[in-house]
């Protein structure tokens, strides 16, 4: 039998179930900054960069991805010819990346941009309901 041993506490490699319950705080940090401090009984983001996972399940959500990009979709409704903004539901951190609008068969749609890290703006060639897909981070 082999045995790790790290910071006063044993790991035995035969043993792929074992519970260490001796170690009582562990804290995650990245670039020295602390995202969070984990015991025995809570877990504490200390940063709210620290949101990867995090996620709503609505028709107007989004979702961070593992890598720290941001997805974002919802429905909008849009007007014959006029431009108009539409808020994402959370802005993004940084920055968005790209934007794009699903219309139904036979509306075009005119444009559809990003205008800044909370919103985008858009037209079509006809008053429709859409869909949203944004990325960024």
Known sequence: MSTVQVANVNFESTANNQLVYSLNTVTVRTGG????V?????INAVSNTFNLGTSTKTANGYSYLPNGLLLQWGIVVLATGAQASFNYP?????????VSLT???GV???HAGISTASAFVANASAAATSYFMAIGY
């Open 38 to 42: 984990i015991n025995s009984t809570s």
């Open 108 to 110: 075009a749609v005119g």
């Open 103 to 105: 219309t139904p068969p």
């Open 33 to 36: 900054a602390t995202l969070a």
């Open 90 to 98: 959370i802005a993004f951190p940084t920055a968005a990346l790209s």
